[in-house]
Protein backbone atom coordinates (compact mmCIF):
# COMPACT_ATOMS: atom_id res chain seq x y z
CA UNK A 1 0.00 0.00 0.00
CA UNK A 2 1.09 3.79 -0.65
CA UNK A 3 1.99 5.76 1.71
CA UNK A 4 1.16 9.68 1.98
CA UNK A 5 3.42 13.15 3.41
CA UNK A 6 2.29 15.79 4.85
CA UNK A 7 5.78 17.35 5.22
CA UNK A 8 5.88 19.39 8.26
CA UNK A 9 5.42 16.54 11.01
CA UNK A 10 7.02 13.00 10.07
CA UNK A 11 4.53 11.64 12.52
CA UNK A 12 1.88 12.58 10.79
CA UNK A 13 3.19 11.52 7.36
CA UNK A 14 4.13 7.75 7.21
CA UNK A 15 2.58 4.30 8.09
CA UNK A 16 3.78 2.27 10.77
CA UNK A 17 7.29 0.97 10.78
CA UNK A 18 5.56 -2.80 11.21
CA UNK A 19 2.94 -2.17 8.60
CA UNK A 20 3.30 -6.01 7.37
CA UNK A 21 2.62 -7.25 10.78
CA UNK A 22 -0.80 -5.24 11.00
CA UNK A 23 -1.95 -6.21 7.17
CA UNK A 24 -2.93 -9.45 6.50
CA UNK A 25 -5.32 -8.60 4.25
CA UNK A 26 -2.86 -7.08 1.77
CA UNK A 27 -0.32 -10.07 2.19
CA UNK A 28 -4.00 -12.13 1.55
CA UNK A 29 -4.62 -10.39 -1.54
CA UNK A 30 -1.24 -10.58 -2.68
CA UNK A 31 -0.89 -14.21 -2.62
CA UNK A 32 -4.07 -14.35 -4.48
CA UNK A 33 -1.37 -12.70 -7.51
CA UNK A 34 1.42 -15.67 -7.26
CA UNK A 35 0.04 -18.55 -9.40
CA UNK A 36 -0.36 -16.14 -12.23
CA UNK A 37 3.03 -14.51 -11.63
CA UNK A 38 4.75 -17.94 -11.24
CA UNK A 39 3.26 -18.64 -14.58
CA UNK A 40 4.49 -16.08 -16.34
CA UNK A 41 7.57 -16.48 -14.86
CA UNK A 42 7.97 -19.91 -16.08
CA UNK A 43 7.18 -18.19 -19.74
CA UNK A 44 10.38 -16.45 -20.08
CA UNK A 45 12.36 -18.91 -18.01
CA UNK A 46 15.02 -18.92 -20.93
CA UNK A 47 15.38 -14.93 -20.59
CA UNK A 48 18.87 -14.80 -19.09
CA UNK A 49 17.54 -12.47 -16.42
CA UNK A 50 14.07 -12.05 -15.30
CA UNK A 51 12.72 -9.12 -14.21
CA UNK A 52 9.97 -8.18 -11.52
CA UNK A 53 8.54 -4.99 -10.15
CA UNK A 54 5.97 -5.24 -7.43
CA UNK A 55 4.17 -2.33 -6.67
CA UNK A 56 3.48 -0.51 -3.61
CA UNK A 57 5.94 -2.50 -1.80
CA UNK A 58 5.73 -0.95 1.44
CA UNK A 59 8.15 -2.48 3.86
CA UNK A 60 8.23 -5.33 1.72
CA UNK A 61 7.79 -8.21 4.50
CA UNK A 62 4.32 -9.49 2.07
CA UNK A 63 6.85 -9.41 -0.77
CA UNK A 64 9.08 -12.23 0.88
CA UNK A 65 7.42 -15.60 0.25
CA UNK A 66 6.91 -14.35 -3.94
CA UNK A 67 11.00 -13.44 -3.98
CA UNK A 68 11.54 -17.07 -2.46
CA UNK A 69 9.79 -18.97 -4.94
CA UNK A 70 10.56 -16.97 -7.83
CA UNK A 71 14.34 -17.56 -6.89
CA UNK A 72 13.56 -21.45 -6.89
CA UNK A 73 11.37 -20.86 -9.75
CA UNK A 74 14.40 -19.61 -11.70
CA UNK A 75 16.99 -21.93 -9.79
CA UNK A 76 20.30 -19.87 -9.77
CA UNK A 77 19.83 -17.74 -12.79
CA UNK A 78 19.78 -14.38 -12.02
CA UNK A 79 16.47 -12.91 -11.25
CA UNK A 80 16.02 -8.61 -10.27
CA UNK A 81 13.44 -8.07 -7.51
CA UNK A 82 12.19 -4.36 -7.24
CA UNK A 83 10.05 -3.19 -4.96
CA UNK A 84 8.63 0.04 -5.46
CA UNK A 85 6.61 2.65 -3.71
CA UNK A 86 6.67 6.65 -3.07
CA UNK A 87 9.71 8.43 -2.25
CA UNK A 88 8.46 8.71 1.29
CA UNK A 89 7.90 5.17 1.71
CA UNK A 90 9.94 3.55 4.97
CA UNK A 91 12.85 2.38 3.00
CA UNK A 92 15.07 2.14 5.36
CA UNK A 93 13.05 -0.64 7.39
CA UNK A 94 12.40 -2.48 4.08
CA UNK A 95 15.86 -2.82 3.51
CA UNK A 96 16.41 -4.12 6.75
CA UNK A 97 13.65 -6.80 6.56
CA UNK A 98 15.01 -7.77 3.21
CA UNK A 99 18.81 -7.95 4.64
CA UNK A 100 17.60 -9.99 7.95
CA UNK A 101 15.47 -12.24 5.83
CA UNK A 102 17.62 -12.79 2.62
CA UNK A 103 21.22 -11.62 4.22
CA UNK A 104 23.65 -10.10 1.34
CA UNK A 105 25.82 -11.08 -1.40
CA UNK A 106 28.79 -10.10 0.78
CA UNK A 107 28.16 -13.47 3.00
CA UNK A 108 28.02 -15.51 0.13
CA UNK A 109 23.67 -15.96 0.29
CA UNK A 110 23.28 -15.36 -3.31
CA UNK A 111 21.15 -12.05 -2.42
CA UNK A 112 21.88 -8.77 -3.04
CA UNK A 113 19.80 -5.51 -1.84
CA UNK A 114 20.90 -2.43 -3.11
CA UNK A 115 21.10 0.62 -2.70
CA UNK A 116 23.18 0.59 0.25
CA UNK A 117 22.50 3.13 2.88
CA UNK A 118 25.16 4.95 2.20
CA UNK A 119 25.23 4.86 -1.49
CA UNK A 120 25.54 8.77 -2.63
CA UNK A 121 26.24 7.70 -6.48
CA UNK A 122 23.66 9.77 -8.66
CA UNK A 123 20.00 8.39 -8.90
CA UNK A 124 20.13 7.41 -5.34
CA UNK A 125 17.92 9.64 -3.14
CA UNK A 126 17.25 9.70 0.31
CA UNK A 127 14.04 11.76 1.81
CA UNK A 128 15.03 10.62 5.39
CA UNK A 129 13.32 7.00 5.10
CA UNK A 130 15.95 5.38 3.40
CA UNK A 131 18.21 5.26 0.58
CA UNK A 132 16.58 4.03 -3.04
CA UNK A 133 16.51 4.66 -6.49
CA UNK A 134 14.72 7.99 -7.93
CA UNK A 135 14.27 6.63 -12.06
CA UNK A 136 13.94 3.92 -13.85
CA UNK A 137 17.14 4.22 -15.46
CA UNK A 138 19.37 4.67 -12.19
CA UNK A 139 17.66 1.59 -11.02
CA UNK A 140 18.06 -0.54 -14.08
CA UNK A 141 21.82 0.19 -14.22
CA UNK A 142 22.14 -0.67 -10.58
CA UNK A 143 20.81 -3.64 -11.63
CA UNK A 144 22.72 -4.63 -13.99
CA UNK A 145 25.66 -3.61 -11.75
CA UNK A 146 24.89 -5.70 -9.16
CA UNK A 147 25.78 -8.88 -11.53
CA UNK A 148 28.92 -7.49 -11.91
CA UNK A 149 30.07 -8.43 -8.62
CA UNK A 150 32.28 -11.81 -7.81
CA UNK A 151 31.02 -13.89 -6.60
CA UNK A 152 27.89 -12.93 -9.20
CA UNK A 153 24.65 -13.23 -6.78
CA UNK A 154 21.77 -15.27 -8.02
CA UNK A 155 18.90 -12.13 -7.21
CA UNK A 156 19.51 -8.68 -6.68
CA UNK A 157 16.25 -7.45 -4.36
CA UNK A 158 16.17 -3.29 -5.25
CA UNK A 159 14.31 -0.63 -4.20
CA UNK A 160 12.80 2.14 -6.36
CA UNK A 161 11.26 5.63 -5.03
CA UNK A 162 8.97 6.30 -8.26
CA UNK A 163 5.36 7.24 -7.68
CA UNK A 164 3.46 4.56 -9.75
CA UNK A 165 1.07 6.80 -11.94
CA UNK A 166 4.39 8.87 -12.56
CA UNK A 167 6.86 6.87 -14.27
CA UNK A 168 8.08 3.41 -14.98
CA UNK A 169 10.32 1.53 -12.59
CA UNK A 170 12.42 0.35 -14.68
CA UNK A 171 13.91 1.17 -18.45
CA UNK A 172 10.92 0.79 -20.90
CA UNK A 173 10.72 -2.67 -22.20
CA UNK A 174 12.74 -4.35 -19.48
CA UNK A 175 10.34 -5.89 -17.42
CA UNK A 176 8.47 -9.29 -17.48
CA UNK A 177 6.01 -9.38 -14.85
CA UNK A 178 4.97 -6.05 -12.89
CA UNK A 179 2.86 -7.41 -9.97
CA UNK A 180 0.86 -5.74 -7.26
CA UNK A 181 -1.74 -5.96 -4.29
CA UNK A 182 -3.73 -3.29 -2.72
CA UNK A 183 -1.90 -0.64 -3.88
CA UNK A 184 -3.67 0.19 -7.15
CA UNK A 185 -6.88 2.01 -5.59
CA UNK A 186 -5.06 5.00 -4.03
CA UNK A 187 -5.62 8.02 -5.94
CA UNK A 188 -2.56 10.65 -5.97
CA UNK A 189 -4.72 13.48 -7.93
CA UNK A 190 -7.23 13.98 -5.38
CA UNK A 191 -6.51 17.17 -3.76
CA UNK A 192 -9.65 19.53 -2.59
CA UNK A 193 -12.12 16.21 -3.35
CA UNK A 194 -14.25 15.73 -0.35
CA UNK A 195 -16.02 12.92 0.37
CA UNK A 196 -18.80 14.69 2.54
CA UNK A 197 -20.62 11.76 5.27
CA UNK A 198 -17.78 9.15 4.26
CA UNK A 199 -14.26 7.80 5.18
CA UNK A 200 -14.34 6.52 1.95
CA UNK A 201 -15.20 8.46 -1.34
CA UNK A 202 -18.45 6.63 -3.30
CA UNK A 203 -19.43 4.23 -0.74
CA UNK A 204 -23.40 4.58 0.27
CA UNK A 205 -22.85 7.61 3.05
CA UNK A 206 -21.40 9.78 0.52
CA UNK A 207 -24.77 10.93 -0.49
CA UNK A 208 -23.29 14.12 -2.79
CA UNK A 209 -23.17 13.26 -6.40
CA UNK A 210 -21.58 15.85 -7.69
CA UNK A 211 -18.77 14.91 -5.31
CA UNK A 212 -18.20 11.07 -6.48
CA UNK A 213 -18.49 12.03 -10.09
CA UNK A 214 -15.27 14.55 -9.37
CA UNK A 215 -13.49 11.03 -7.43
CA UNK A 216 -14.92 8.73 -10.52
CA UNK A 217 -12.99 11.07 -13.03
CA UNK A 218 -9.84 11.43 -10.86
CA UNK A 219 -9.66 7.67 -10.64
CA UNK A 220 -10.42 6.76 -13.81
CA UNK A 221 -7.79 9.19 -14.96
CA UNK A 222 -5.06 7.47 -12.80
CA UNK A 223 -6.11 4.08 -13.50
CA UNK A 224 -5.46 4.91 -17.26
CA UNK A 225 -2.14 6.47 -16.16
CA UNK A 226 -0.90 3.55 -14.07
CA UNK A 227 -1.71 1.20 -17.22
CA UNK A 228 0.03 3.27 -19.36
CA UNK A 229 3.06 3.29 -17.31
CA UNK A 230 3.12 -0.65 -16.92
CA UNK A 231 2.53 -0.51 -20.69
CA UNK A 232 5.59 1.34 -21.31
CA UNK A 233 8.14 -0.86 -18.19
CA UNK A 234 6.81 -4.15 -19.90
CA UNK A 235 8.53 -6.21 -22.36
CA UNK A 236 6.42 -7.59 -25.09
CA UNK A 237 4.99 -10.52 -23.62
CA UNK A 238 5.01 -9.52 -20.18
CA UNK A 239 2.17 -9.15 -17.92
CA UNK A 240 0.79 -7.12 -15.35
CA UNK A 241 -0.76 -8.87 -12.59
CA UNK A 242 -3.00 -6.73 -9.64
CA UNK A 243 -5.05 -7.61 -7.15
CA UNK A 244 -7.37 -4.73 -6.27
CA UNK A 245 -9.75 -3.87 -3.67
CA UNK A 246 -12.73 -3.35 -5.67
CA UNK A 247 -16.78 -2.97 -5.95
CA UNK A 248 -19.32 -5.29 -6.49
CA UNK A 249 -21.66 -2.52 -7.79
CA UNK A 250 -21.69 0.71 -9.05
CA UNK A 251 -23.55 4.04 -7.79
CA UNK A 252 -24.99 4.23 -4.43
CA UNK A 253 -24.77 0.46 -4.20
CA UNK A 254 -21.01 0.85 -3.94
CA UNK A 255 -19.42 -1.27 -1.56
CA UNK A 256 -15.64 -2.57 -1.36
CA UNK A 257 -13.33 -3.71 1.26
CA UNK A 258 -14.49 -2.62 4.77
CA UNK A 259 -17.86 -2.09 4.26
CA UNK A 260 -19.05 -2.39 7.56
CA UNK A 261 -15.68 -1.36 8.86
CA UNK A 262 -16.24 2.36 7.15
CA UNK A 263 -20.09 2.60 8.02
CA UNK A 264 -19.17 1.95 11.74
CA UNK A 265 -16.29 4.19 11.34
CA UNK A 266 -18.80 7.17 9.73
CA UNK A 267 -21.18 6.50 12.02
CA UNK A 268 -18.61 7.44 15.06
CA UNK A 269 -17.68 10.32 13.19
CA UNK A 270 -20.80 11.65 12.77
CA UNK A 271 -22.23 10.83 16.30
CA UNK A 272 -19.03 13.08 17.48
CA UNK A 273 -19.83 15.93 15.54
CA UNK A 274 -23.43 16.05 16.62
CA UNK A 275 -22.21 15.73 20.31
CA UNK A 276 -19.64 19.23 19.77
CA UNK A 277 -16.42 16.38 20.70
CA UNK A 278 -14.89 17.70 16.98
CA UNK A 279 -15.78 20.30 14.64
CA UNK A 280 -17.36 19.57 11.30
CA UNK A 281 -14.07 20.27 9.85
CA UNK A 282 -12.61 17.57 11.23
CA UNK A 283 -15.09 14.92 10.14
CA UNK A 284 -14.97 15.97 6.85
CA UNK A 285 -10.70 16.21 7.12
CA UNK A 286 -11.21 11.89 7.44
CA UNK A 287 -10.89 11.08 4.11
CA UNK A 288 -9.00 8.15 2.58
CA UNK A 289 -8.05 8.91 -1.25
CA UNK A 290 -9.80 5.68 -2.33
CA UNK A 291 -11.73 4.57 -5.23
CA UNK A 292 -12.37 1.17 -4.89
CA UNK A 293 -13.40 0.20 -8.68
CA UNK A 294 -16.42 -2.26 -10.59
CA UNK A 295 -15.18 -4.18 -13.10
CA UNK A 296 -16.95 -2.09 -15.99
CA UNK A 297 -14.63 0.50 -14.54
CA UNK A 298 -11.35 -1.38 -14.52
CA UNK A 299 -12.54 -2.88 -18.23
CA UNK A 300 -13.21 0.52 -19.83
CA UNK A 301 -10.13 1.89 -20.75
CA UNK A 302 -9.38 -1.46 -22.69
CA UNK A 303 -12.60 -1.65 -24.09
CA UNK A 304 -12.58 2.05 -25.55
CA UNK A 305 -9.02 1.60 -26.89
CA UNK A 306 -10.60 -1.17 -29.14
CA UNK A 307 -9.17 -3.90 -26.83
CA UNK A 308 -6.09 -2.52 -25.84
CA UNK A 309 -4.49 0.64 -24.08
CA UNK A 310 -0.82 1.55 -24.54
CA UNK A 311 -0.63 -2.08 -26.02
CA UNK A 312 -1.79 -3.60 -23.05
CA UNK A 313 -4.65 -6.38 -23.69
CA UNK A 314 -6.94 -7.58 -20.58
CA UNK A 315 -6.51 -10.97 -20.48
CA UNK A 316 -8.87 -11.65 -17.51
CA UNK A 317 -10.70 -9.64 -14.58
CA UNK A 318 -13.00 -11.27 -12.00
CA UNK A 319 -13.66 -10.56 -8.48
CA UNK A 320 -12.90 -12.62 -5.57
CA UNK A 321 -13.81 -12.56 -1.45
CA UNK A 322 -11.67 -13.28 1.52
CA UNK A 323 -12.46 -14.49 4.40
CA UNK A 324 -10.91 -11.53 7.21
CA UNK A 325 -7.84 -12.52 8.00
CA UNK A 326 -8.03 -11.33 11.28
CA UNK A 327 -10.64 -13.38 12.26
CA UNK A 328 -11.35 -15.33 16.00
CA UNK A 329 -13.42 -17.03 17.30
CA UNK A 330 -13.23 -14.70 20.82
CA UNK A 331 -14.81 -11.22 19.62
CA UNK A 332 -12.45 -9.03 21.73
CA UNK A 333 -9.36 -10.51 19.63
CA UNK A 334 -10.99 -10.45 16.52
CA UNK A 335 -11.67 -6.86 17.25
CA UNK A 336 -8.35 -5.92 18.81
CA UNK A 337 -6.20 -7.02 15.85
CA UNK A 338 -9.06 -5.70 13.17
CA UNK A 339 -8.17 -2.23 14.62
CA UNK A 340 -4.38 -3.23 14.90
CA UNK A 341 -5.09 -3.15 10.50
CA UNK A 342 -6.87 0.36 10.49
CA UNK A 343 -4.11 1.85 12.30
CA UNK A 344 -1.55 0.43 10.08
CA UNK A 345 -2.77 2.32 6.99
CA UNK A 346 -5.13 4.97 8.96
CA UNK A 347 -3.37 6.32 11.62
CA UNK A 348 -1.39 9.17 9.57
CA UNK A 349 -4.32 10.04 8.40
CA UNK A 350 -6.76 10.05 11.47
CA UNK A 351 -3.88 12.02 13.28
CA UNK A 352 -3.87 14.96 11.05
CA UNK A 353 -7.39 15.44 10.74
CA UNK A 354 -7.70 15.06 14.74
CA UNK A 355 -4.74 17.81 14.82
CA UNK A 356 -7.32 20.38 13.89
CA UNK A 357 -8.72 20.08 17.12
CA UNK A 358 -5.31 21.46 18.51
CA UNK A 359 -2.01 19.12 18.19
CA UNK A 360 -2.02 18.71 21.63
CA UNK A 361 -5.91 16.67 21.84
CA UNK A 362 -4.80 14.82 18.11
CA UNK A 363 -3.52 11.67 20.00
CA UNK A 364 -6.21 11.44 22.82
CA UNK A 365 -8.56 11.49 19.98
CA UNK A 366 -7.06 9.21 18.21
CA UNK A 367 -6.74 6.80 21.03
CA UNK A 368 -10.58 7.13 22.15
CA UNK A 369 -11.38 6.64 18.41
CA UNK A 370 -9.89 3.42 17.84
CA UNK A 371 -11.08 2.11 21.26
CA UNK A 372 -14.90 3.04 20.57
CA UNK A 373 -14.13 1.37 16.91
CA UNK A 374 -12.92 -1.91 18.72
CA UNK A 375 -15.74 -1.78 21.26
CA UNK A 376 -18.08 -1.57 18.61
CA UNK A 377 -16.26 -4.66 16.38
CA UNK A 378 -16.30 -6.72 18.85
CA UNK A 379 -20.35 -5.87 20.15
CA UNK A 380 -21.09 -7.52 16.45
CA UNK A 381 -17.86 -9.12 15.21
CA UNK A 382 -19.85 -11.05 12.20
CA UNK A 383 -21.20 -7.99 10.62
CA UNK A 384 -16.66 -7.86 9.45
CA UNK A 385 -16.76 -11.47 8.66
CA UNK A 386 -17.00 -10.90 4.87
CA UNK A 387 -15.63 -7.89 4.51
CA UNK A 388 -12.95 -7.90 1.20
CA UNK A 389 -13.95 -7.86 -2.00
CA UNK A 390 -11.04 -7.56 -4.62
CA UNK A 391 -10.68 -7.91 -8.42
CA UNK A 392 -8.00 -10.10 -10.09
CA UNK A 393 -6.51 -8.58 -13.10
CA UNK A 394 -4.39 -9.94 -15.45
CA UNK A 395 -2.99 -7.76 -18.91
CA UNK A 396 -0.60 -9.00 -20.97
CA UNK A 397 1.69 -6.40 -23.50
CA UNK A 398 1.07 -7.38 -27.25
CA UNK A 399 3.58 -6.47 -30.23
CA UNK A 400 1.57 -4.43 -31.87
CA UNK A 401 1.53 -4.06 -35.55
CA UNK A 402 -0.05 -1.56 -37.90
CA UNK A 403 -2.83 0.80 -36.64
CA UNK A 404 -1.87 -0.82 -32.90
CA UNK A 405 1.64 0.03 -33.12
CA UNK A 406 0.67 3.47 -33.96
CA UNK A 407 -1.64 3.83 -31.15
CA UNK A 408 0.72 2.04 -29.04
CA UNK A 409 3.74 4.61 -29.85
CA UNK A 410 1.35 7.39 -29.43
CA UNK A 411 0.74 6.39 -25.78
CA UNK A 412 4.58 5.83 -25.28
CA UNK A 413 4.95 8.98 -25.90
CA UNK A 414 2.09 9.94 -23.68
CA UNK A 415 3.69 8.11 -20.45
CA UNK A 416 7.34 9.40 -21.56
CA UNK A 417 6.03 13.30 -21.13
CA UNK A 418 4.47 12.49 -18.41
CA UNK A 419 8.14 10.87 -16.77
CA UNK A 420 9.64 14.13 -18.17
CA UNK A 421 7.33 16.29 -16.41
CA UNK A 422 8.22 14.03 -12.98
CA UNK A 423 11.38 14.50 -13.72
CA UNK A 424 11.30 18.33 -13.78
CA UNK A 425 9.18 18.73 -10.71
CA UNK A 426 11.73 16.72 -8.63
CA UNK A 427 14.77 18.69 -10.50
CA UNK A 428 16.22 14.78 -11.36
CA UNK A 429 18.88 15.70 -13.75
CA UNK A 430 20.30 12.38 -14.23
CA UNK A 431 16.65 10.91 -15.14
CA UNK A 432 16.24 13.72 -17.69
CA UNK A 433 19.78 13.19 -19.05
CA UNK A 434 18.31 9.36 -19.49
CA UNK A 435 15.14 10.37 -21.65
CA UNK A 436 16.72 13.12 -24.26
CA UNK A 437 18.34 12.17 -27.50
CA UNK A 438 22.29 13.43 -27.73
CA UNK A 439 21.35 16.12 -29.68
CA UNK A 440 18.70 17.36 -27.57
CA UNK A 441 17.23 21.50 -27.33
CA UNK A 442 15.05 22.66 -25.33
CA UNK A 443 13.62 26.37 -26.09
CA UNK A 444 12.00 28.30 -23.47
CA UNK A 445 9.40 30.90 -23.88
CA UNK A 446 9.53 30.96 -27.76
CA UNK A 447 8.83 34.19 -29.43
CA UNK A 448 10.34 36.16 -26.31
CA UNK A 449 12.66 38.55 -27.83
CA UNK A 450 15.88 36.45 -26.85
CA UNK A 451 14.62 32.71 -26.21
CA UNK A 452 17.25 31.12 -24.38
CA UNK A 453 18.18 27.63 -25.78
CA UNK A 454 19.73 24.75 -23.76
CA UNK A 455 21.65 21.24 -25.66
CA UNK A 456 21.76 17.94 -24.93
CA UNK A 457 22.27 16.52 -20.87
CA UNK A 458 24.46 19.50 -20.18
CA UNK A 459 21.49 21.82 -21.11
CA UNK A 460 19.65 20.16 -18.57
CA UNK A 461 22.16 20.63 -15.61
CA UNK A 462 22.58 24.22 -17.04
CA UNK A 463 19.03 25.14 -16.96
CA UNK A 464 19.16 23.89 -13.22
CA UNK A 465 21.70 25.41 -12.37
CA UNK A 466 20.73 28.80 -14.20
CA UNK A 467 17.19 28.17 -11.78
CA UNK A 468 19.05 27.71 -8.67
CA UNK A 469 17.48 30.87 -7.41
CA UNK A 470 14.32 29.36 -7.18
CA UNK A 471 12.74 27.45 -4.15
CA UNK A 472 9.63 26.41 -5.93
CA UNK A 473 9.68 25.35 -9.82
CA UNK A 474 6.78 23.40 -10.76
CA UNK A 475 5.01 22.59 -13.69
CA UNK A 476 1.13 22.01 -12.81
CA UNK A 477 -0.38 19.53 -16.28
CA UNK A 478 -3.37 20.01 -16.81
CA UNK A 479 -3.67 17.86 -20.30
CA UNK A 480 -1.27 16.03 -22.48
CA UNK A 481 -2.36 16.20 -26.06
CA UNK A 482 -1.84 13.57 -27.94
CA UNK A 483 -0.20 14.76 -31.34
CA UNK A 484 1.23 11.55 -32.84
CA UNK A 485 5.13 12.04 -32.95
CA UNK A 486 4.54 15.34 -31.00
CA UNK A 487 2.99 15.58 -26.98
CA UNK A 488 1.59 19.56 -26.33
CA UNK A 489 1.56 19.83 -22.71
CA UNK A 490 -1.06 22.37 -21.18
CA UNK A 491 -0.86 23.49 -17.49
CA UNK A 492 0.94 26.48 -15.37
CA UNK A 493 3.99 27.07 -14.79
CA UNK A 494 4.56 27.75 -10.76
CA UNK A 495 8.00 29.63 -8.84
CA UNK A 496 8.79 31.39 -6.32
CA UNK A 497 12.34 33.18 -5.53
CA UNK A 498 13.94 31.65 -2.70
CA UNK A 499 15.66 35.02 -1.28
CA UNK A 500 12.86 37.37 -2.73
CA UNK A 501 9.71 35.36 -2.71
CA UNK A 502 8.49 36.53 -5.80
CA UNK A 503 6.05 34.23 -7.58
CA UNK A 504 5.23 33.10 -11.04
CA UNK A 505 2.18 31.90 -11.98
CA UNK A 506 2.35 31.74 -16.11
CA UNK A 507 0.32 29.73 -18.53
CA UNK A 508 2.29 26.83 -19.78
CA UNK A 509 2.29 25.15 -23.32
CA UNK A 510 5.17 23.06 -24.42
CA UNK A 511 5.38 21.21 -27.60
CA UNK A 512 7.33 17.34 -26.69
CA UNK A 513 9.21 16.39 -30.09
CA UNK A 514 9.72 12.55 -29.98
CA UNK A 515 12.35 10.24 -31.42
CA UNK A 516 13.00 6.85 -31.20
CA UNK A 517 11.17 6.69 -27.78
CA UNK A 518 13.29 9.91 -26.30
CA UNK A 519 12.93 13.49 -26.05
CA UNK A 520 14.31 15.21 -29.21
CA UNK A 521 13.30 18.79 -28.66
CA UNK A 522 11.17 20.89 -26.32
CA UNK A 523 9.69 24.18 -27.58
CA UNK A 524 7.40 26.23 -24.93
CA UNK A 525 5.48 28.92 -25.58
CA UNK A 526 3.20 31.55 -23.73
CA UNK A 527 -0.07 30.50 -26.10
CA UNK A 528 -1.58 27.60 -27.12
CA UNK A 529 -1.81 28.81 -30.71
CA UNK A 530 1.58 29.32 -30.96
CA UNK A 531 2.46 25.71 -29.66
CA UNK A 532 0.46 24.35 -31.97
CA UNK A 533 1.74 26.24 -34.92
CA UNK A 534 4.77 24.61 -34.42
CA UNK A 535 3.74 21.12 -34.88
CA UNK A 536 2.27 21.87 -37.58
CA UNK A 537 4.97 24.08 -39.28
CA UNK A 538 7.55 20.71 -38.56
CA UNK A 539 4.97 18.46 -39.86
Not at 307 to 334: H, M, Q
Not at 438 to 461: C, L, R, S
Request: hydrophobic fraction near 45%.
Amino acid sequence: MLTAGTGRRPELSSMADDYARYALSQRAAFEATHPAVLATARMFADEPVLRVADLGAADGVNSHGLIRDLAQERAGRPLIYTLVDLPTNTWGVAADHLRQTFGGAANGSGVVVIPASDDDRPGVADDGKGAHYASPEANGDACGRAFEHSPRPAVAISMAGIPLQQAPCLPPGSVHVAVTGTAMHWIADSGGLASTGSVFPGYPDHVDEAERQAWRVAAARQWERLLEMRAMELAPGGRFIAALPASAGPGPERQGPYAELVRTMNQILAEWRSGGRIGAATAAAVVVPVWMRTLDEIRAPFEMGGGRIAGLELESAELFRLDNPYWDDNPAVFARRYVRSVSAWGRPLLLRAFAREGYDRAHGLLADFLGELEQRIADAPDRYRWDYIEALVVCRKAAGSGRDTGQAMSQENLALARTVVAAFNRRDVPALAEMVTDDFQWITWTGTVQPTTYHGAEGIASYFRDSDVWEVLNLEVQEYRDLGDEVLVVGMFHARGGGSGVEIHAPYYSAFFMSGGKLARVLSFRTEAEALAAVEQRE
